[in-house]
Antibody, heavy 121, light 110 residues
Framework: QVQLVQSGSELKKPGASVEVSCKAS????????INWVRQAPGQGLEWMGW????????TYAQGFRGRFVFSLDTSLTTTYLQISSLKTEDTAVYYC??????????????WGQGTLVTVSS | QSALTQPRSVSGSPGQSVTISCTGT?????????VTWYQQLPGKAPKFIIY???ERPSGVPDRFSGSKFGNTAYLTISGLQAEDEADYYC??????????FGTGTKVTVL
């Protein structure tokens, strides 16, 4: 069955960097887009962007350009989210999600369990 | 890209129907038949319950239905059950391979 397993919670200081991984299994990795979604504490879902697994090309939503980087390792069927120059307002649960198509963005049928990133001095 | 507008909360008694609206613009909801609805239980990842405006993935009860008129999409839960109490989010394709979520609606079963 399709599974997305994310890396564990992280506690970081402001200004540091963090990497969240999302390991996919149960399907052909290069056939479906991976989207990233942020949820700050007590807040709603926010679409961050996606990465095309065939080309490795990322697309970022406004507000997530510059400090946020999506990448992937096809051999490991794993997608990564890197956040640099962390700010306290980056504290959130970050989800990876698999779309219904190789270029899908809104329609995410499968989700990782979420990774809590806490930024605090 | 501004978030789609949803009511903050809706409520209903068991067995009743509730409808959640999701209002966007002609660039997102109104311009594409790619509206998805997610259900999120407390502390859990979102669950995919409607896609392509009104299509239901396998395993989702037919009590959940979706529709769209102009720039507003709707999720209707018929025969409300206690386990439907959750947060619900719409999400729409917004062109140029981007998407946008709604503000979220808390459904309370009285």
């Amino acid at each position: 069955q399709v599974q997305l397993v994310q890396s564990g919670s992280e506690l970081k200081k402001p200004g540091a960097s963090v990497e969240v991984s999302c390991k996919a299994s149960g399907y052909t990795f290069t056939d479906y887009a991976i989207n990233w979604v942020r949820q700050a504490p007590g807040q709603g879902l926010e679409w961050m962007g996606w990465i095309n697994p065939k080309t490795g090309n990322p697309t970022y939503a406004q507000g997530f350009r510059g400090r946020f980087v999506f990448s992937l390792d096809t051999s490991l069927t794993t997608t990564y989210l890197q956040i640099s120059s962390l700010k306290t307002e980056d504290t959130a649960v970050y989800y990876c999600a698999r779309a219904l198509a190789v270029d899908g963005t809104a329609e995410n049928a499968y989700w990782g369990q979420g990774t809590l990133v806490t930024v605090s001095s | 890209q501004s978030a789609l507008t949803q009511p903050r909360s809706v409520s209903g008694s068991p067995g009743q129907s509730v409808t959640i609206s999701c209002t966007g613009t002609s660039s997102d909801v109104g311009g594409h038949n790619l509206v998805t609805w997610y259900q999120q239980l407390p502390g859990k990842a979102p669950k995919f319950i409607i896609y392509d405006v009104g299509e239901r993935p396998s395993g989702v009860p037919d009590r959940f239905s979706g529709s769209k008129f102009g720039n507003t999409a709707y999720l209707t839960i018929s025969g409300l059950q206690a386990e439907d109490e959750a947060d619900y989010y719409c999400c729409s394709y917004a062109g140029r391979y981007t998407s946008v979520f709604g503000t979220g609606t808390k459904v309370t079963v009285l």
